[in-house]
């Protein structure tokens, strides 16, 4: 599994609230100059988290998404770091 970093999550988080709370995958990627397998893993991460869910080809933004925009970075990056330690 690919570390994901707090800058990854929080970017990922801020354009889909920028595309208004819910956006296409593919166009998620395009944006952040990503492939879809490396969009992949800020994805999983972001959902195992609760920040977004995802279904189909789309991925909507979630209540504690919100809450995790509003978190300091150094929370975030704990929050991220915690999550990756679980997943190895």
Not at 19 to 29: C, K, N, S, T
Request: hydrophobic content about 45%; overall charge negative; glycine content about 10%.
């Amino acid at each position: 599994m690919e570390n994901v970093d707090a800058d990854s999550l929080s970017g990922l988080l801020k354009l889909i609230l920028d595309f208004g709370g819910r956006a296409q995958i593919a166009e998620l990627a395009k944006s952040l100059h990503l492939t879809l397998d490396e969009l992949y893993h800020v994805l999983s991460t972001a959902e195992g988290l609760g920040a977004v869910k995802v279904s189909g080809g789309s991925v909507a933004l979630t209540r504690r998404g919100l809450e995790l925009l509003r978190m300091s970075f150094g929370d975030l990056h704990h929050m991220v770091k915690l999550r990756a330690e679980e997943l190895l």
